[in-house]
């Protein structure tokens, strides 16, 4: 995988984060998603992505969960990126490699103290891939 040209110390020293701080994000990725050709063959794109992801967290105190589709089908490989209390994102437009960016924006969004994942720092796919952000409901006022 091509690491994003922008990695500076910033970012590393967010990388760096506790496991206690990581407890508290879930990534979960689309299975069934397919790749940009549209192909039905398994495993999916998706199901190869949530293990890639699965490989880039293994040393690392982060859930990383499965479901079988997030209804972003037009987007291709989706997933979403979750912490307690905050607010929530999804992604699309990734590749079946892109665990290690995925890791990477758990990573910054753990050590978030406003509860936002932040732009400065994360992976160009996070950038570009961004679908939605979602607020947490007690945020919500009617």
Do not use: Q
């Not at 967010?14 to 879930?26: E, K």
């Not at 880039?56 to 209804?71: K, M, P, Q, S």
């Not at 997933?79 to 699309?92: E, H, K, Q, T």
């Amino acid at each position: 995988m091509e690491r994003d040209s922008s990695f500076s110390a910033d970012r590393a020293d967010a990388l760096s984060g506790h496991d206690d701080d990581l407890a508290g994000v879930t990534v979960i990725v689309c299975s069934y998603c397919r790749d940009e050709t549209g192909s039905d063959a398994h495993p999916r794109a998706g199901a190869l992505l949530a293990e890639d992801t699965r490989r880039a967290a293994a040393d690392e105190n982060i859930r990383i969960r499965t479901i079988e589709c997030l209804g972003n089908c037009k987007r291709r490989l989706s997933a979403a990126i979750l912490r307690d209390g905050c607010w929530s994102y999804v992604f699309g437009d990734l590749t079946a490699s892109s665990g290690a960016d995925l890791v990477a924006g758990a990573k910054l969004f753990a050590t978030s103290t406003d509860g936002l994942i932040p732009w400065r720092g994360r992976p160009d796919s996070l950038k570009r891939g961004l679908v939605a952000r979602i607020p947490p409901l007690d945020l919500l006022k009617d």
